[in-house]
């Protein structure tokens, strides 16, 4: 079993910056592919970024060259950092977690997931 928490949402303004952290515990946190989703009022969850166990990374074309995602598997921790966000960003935003190793990066069928964080962006 893995728990994961997420942190760091909150309000601000269009074109500000937030950082979401997301710890995990329970097993091998190096093992584990790890996403970032998120699900804004009225629409379907969608993976925004992903990093694979061995550090490569995936980001869906709206947050391309604004979001980064990052992994400290010391910390057992992964992150967001978003920057020139915008209102169409609003939205709940969860951590997930895949056991795979390597390079492969999951874009769907995650095992684990956070509670969520909200991000809301005000134009």
């Known amino acids: 079993q893995v728990r994961l928490v997420e942190s760091g949402g909150g309000l601000v303004q269009a074109g500000g910056s937030l950082r979401l952290s997301c710890a995990a515990s329970g097993r091998p946190f190096s093992n584990y592919a790890m996403g970032w989703y998120r699900q804004a009022p009225g629409k379907e969850r969608e993976l925004v970024a992903a990093?694979?166990?061995?550090?490569?990374?995936y980001y869906t074309d709206s947050v391309k060259g604004r979001f980064t995602i990052s992994r400290d598997n010391a910390k057992n921790t992964v992150y967001l950092q978003m920057n020139s966000l915008k209102a169409e960003d609003t939205a709940v935003y969860y951590c997930?977690?895949?056991?795979?190793?390597?390079?492969?990066?999951?874009?769907?069928?995650?095992?684990?997931w956070g509670q969520g964080t909200q991000v809301t962006v005000s134009s």
């Open positions: 997930s977690a895949k056991r795979v190793m390597g390079p492969i990066i999951p874009m769907s069928g995650y095992d684990y």
């Open positions: 990093i694979s166990s061995g550090g490569s990374t």
